[in-house]
């Protein structure tokens, strides 16, 4: 044995091969923690000092290679400067260096994922091999940092620098097919065959009949791109990925600049100009909030992974109501495995929810996802039914009829006496009370909320209600199928709106106010694009539907009259609002081409909207005032309502923690992910100042923007919602 560590071992063969093999002790995954690093480092100086070697290769024991570097250490490191960062990374590079200097060859056998710092890992040795069922990618621009481990450096040299661009810009995962093409890897191989063909490629390499040191110097060396290839690759692709990022999330224009400012130096050079530039990036608030993202989305997984473990299995699924949201539930369980009956009381809304899903099969053709064999072996997952014929075998059974209590209530009962009696019932709506739904069941403990968004095919979240009686078992199995369908599900108490309708309302609430005084709304909406959001909130009305605006909007009047009186339809004062005035004109948004906007067809056939005189009248009538309003009175008038009320859904214990309140936020409704959450935003501003600017707003506005007596006291006590190391 050359090393013994508890992530990495190095051990010589019979053939004076090193294998120095990650297998972090304790966990599941490699990742490479600030620890694993240190040991990498005593690993690499034993190698060194053990003479005779003809040759090393690098493996896994885990079933990925590496994920990647411990992102949980990031806040804490981010924090400490771009002094210390760079100095870090330069450490770094220097082991990473001396893995590529060994005085013999060196292979990585490429057993599963690997990500990130483990890509980087790879980059460094001759030649790779890969199995087939492996990926590996450099994403660090969805994490608004860059590859800063030399794969900006390594991987232009390796690739060519249009490839480079595309995987690291686009912070893609690349199948084994795709990295061999690109020349990342030298040879795929089955999963049992890997060791062998690595340990083949090194005894060759070895006794002179492949070139490693011609490979290594290749990328030591500047690219060899004259002055021309350099602007036509490097200028083409940065306005490209700067039209496809956006203004907000600068990682991948950045990355760019680094793989050019390094094109035409060796590596120590291009190196330092990847430290610095990784630095700079990791102290802006878009890395820090999308660190704390990717830790959020971390902590929601773990959750429903054990509600998972609890489950009953949930094999045979039924929707009942096959519209288009029917249809997109089928197509949504079709598609990932799990059969789905799709039952209505009429063969014309069957027909409906069968072309919906159809539609959506058919454009994953398109994309070339799906062969069309495997579209029709898939579509054979729903099966379109006018009875309860076969709902005796059914494990769980989303019921996504008409939103009204009558209706619903009338066919819950009457599946309920259908089913099997440890059959889940889950009803799809995204404001009735669960609890009250549940008055009339025998069994009220295997019902549950499971409410999706639409378009159900792209909306990663679903809410999962528990009810006042819902047992724990309903909860699981509901969990587990809503993970089962590609979906991220959070967990949430009942009350009127539950988490997501509850927090968007008041932020409508204050569109509603802005627009009583005076504001113009195609302003309010570019604003409020500009800052983030992926409409604005009169574009996001017509996309809802004025008319289920209203129903939600009486709901929430009603469960929070104090607050959300004027939600009902009727304005501060008792004027009309704006939502109102739409409704009441027979504008509803998207479903009639008429709402805030008029909409007509682009060439694909989807609704594009048009400015309309009739709407802007419209809106001027409710208005009792003309105000001049700056882009950050328009910002806080609409974000501090939304912020409040996640507060309480909080405090109220309608939302387990501040990480799933934030991640249902961003799935839901499109929260700008760069700004991390309501609760980030808050902790950004520091409680105290939000408490601050809030009771301002209340004094003029109303209890809308009043906070609550706990997030005074959290001011006064300096507390925030993401204590250290999740807050600078």
């Not at 509803?588 to 594009?608: I, S, T």
């Amino acid at each position: 044995m050359i090393y013994q560590g508890s992530a990495i071992t190095v051990s010589r063969g019979d053939d004076d091969v090193a294998t120095l093999t990650f297998d972090l002790q304790g966990e599941s995954v490699n990742k490479l923690s600030g620890a694993v690093i240190s040991e990498l480092d005593e690993a690499v100086k034993a190698i060194q000092a053990d003479k005779g070697l003809k040759g090393l290769m690098l493996t896994s024991a885990k079933d990925a290679f590496i994920v990647g570097a411990d992102i949980t250490e990031f806040q804490t490191m981010f924090g400490k400067g771009a002094e210390f960062l760079e100095s870090m990374l330069h450490r770094v590079h220097g082991i990473f260096n001396a893995i590529e200097d060994l005085p013999f060859p060196t292979v990585t056998a490429i057993n599963g994922l690997a990500l990130g710092g483990g890509c980087e890992v790879l980059l460094t040795t001759d030649f790779r091999v890969m199995s087939d069922k492996a990926q590996i990618g450099l994403p660090e621009t969805q994490l608004g940092i860059l590859p800063g481990w030399g794969g900006c450096v390594r991987l232009p040299r390796l690739i060519g620098a249009d490839n480079a661009i595309e995987w690291i810009a686009g912070g893609t995962q690349n199948k084994a097919t795709v990295a061999l093409k690109m020349g990342a890897v030298d040879a795929v191989v089955p999963a049992e065959q890997l060791e062998e063909a690595a340990r083949d490629i090194l005894i060759r390499a070895f006794a002179g009949e492949l070139d490693y040191r011609a490979r290594r110097e290749e990328k030591q060396q500047p690219l060899t791109l004259n002055p021309i290839e350099q602007m036509m690759v490097f200028e083409t692709a940065k306005g490209y990925v700067a039209g496809k990022a956006g203004p907000h999330y600068p990682a991948p224009v950045e990355a760019i600049k680094v793989i050019q400012k390094g094109a035409g130096e060796e590596r120590a050079r291009a190196q330092a100009i990847e430290a610095k530039a990784f630095a700079k990036l990791a102290m802006t608030d878009v890395a820090f909030n999308l660190v704390g993202l990717f830790m959020n989305d971390q902590v929601v997984k773990k959750k429903g992974s054990q509600y998972e473990k609890q489950a009953r299995p949930v094999k045979q699924t039924a929707v009942l109501g096959a519209g288009i949201m029917g249809g997109g539930i089928a197509y949504q369980s079709a598609s990932k495995g799990t059969p789905i009956l799709m039952k209505d009381i009429k063969d014309d809304a069957i027909e409906l929810g069968l072309k919906e899903a159809r539609k959506l099969f058919a454009k994953q053709v398109e994309r070339k996802k799906l062969t069309t064999e495997q579209m029709a072996e898939k579509l054979t997952n729903i099966r379109p039914t006018l009875s309860y014929g076969d709902f005796g075998h059914v494990d769980l059974v989303v019921e996504a009829v008409v939103e009204n209590p009558k209706v619903k209530d009338a066919v819950l009962t009457e599946v309920e006496g259908l089913v099997g009696e440890e059959t889940i019932l889950a009803s799809n709506t995204s404001t009735i009370s669960i609890t009250r739904l549940a008055k009339n069941l025998k069994r009220p403990e295997n019902f549950c909320g499971m409410h999706f968004f639409n378009p159900v095919h792209r909306m990663p979240l679903v809410e999962v209600i528990r009810g006042e009686k819902t047992g724990d078992a309903a909860v699981a199995a509901t969990v587990a199928y809503a993970r089962a369908m590609g979906k991220t599900p959070i967990v949430v108490n009942d009350c009127p709106g539950f988490l997501v309708n509850r927090v968007l309302f008041p932020y409508f609430g204050g569109f509603s106010l802005l627009m009583q005084q005076g504001a113009d709304f195609q302003r309010v909406d570019k604003i409020m694009e500009r800052f983030g959001w992926p409409m604005g909130p009169a574009y996001l009305l017509d996309v809802v539907g004025l008319d289920t605006a209203v129903h939600a909007g009486e709901v929430m009047a009603e469960g929070f009259p104090a607050r959300m009186g004027s939600l009902g339809g009727e304005a501060k004062g008792g004027d009309k609002s704006a939502i109102q005035a739409m409704f009441e004109n027979d504008r509803l948004g998207q479903k009639n081409d008429k709402g805030f906007y008029a909409y007509e067809e682009d060439r694909k056939g989807k609704p594009k909207k048009v400015s309309d005189e009739t709407a802007i009248d419209l809106i001027k009538s409710v208005a009792k005032e003309t105000r001049e309003f700056s882009d950050e009175d328009i910002i806080t008038r609409m974000m501090v309502p939304l912020c409040l009320e996640t507060v309480r859904c909080l405090e109220d214990d309608i939302v387990g923690s501040a990480a799933e309140a934030d991640m249902a936020l961003i799935y839901g409704i499109g929260f700008p992910p760069f700004r991390g959450g309501a609760l980030r935003y808050i902790d950004a501003m520091g409680v105290d100042a939000f408490v601050k600017l809030a009771d301002g707003l209340a004094e003029a506005l109303g209890p809308l923007y009043a906070p609550t007596e706990k997030l005074r006291e959290m001011a006064k006590a300096g507390e925030v919602f993401y204590p250290a190391p999740a807050q600078r």
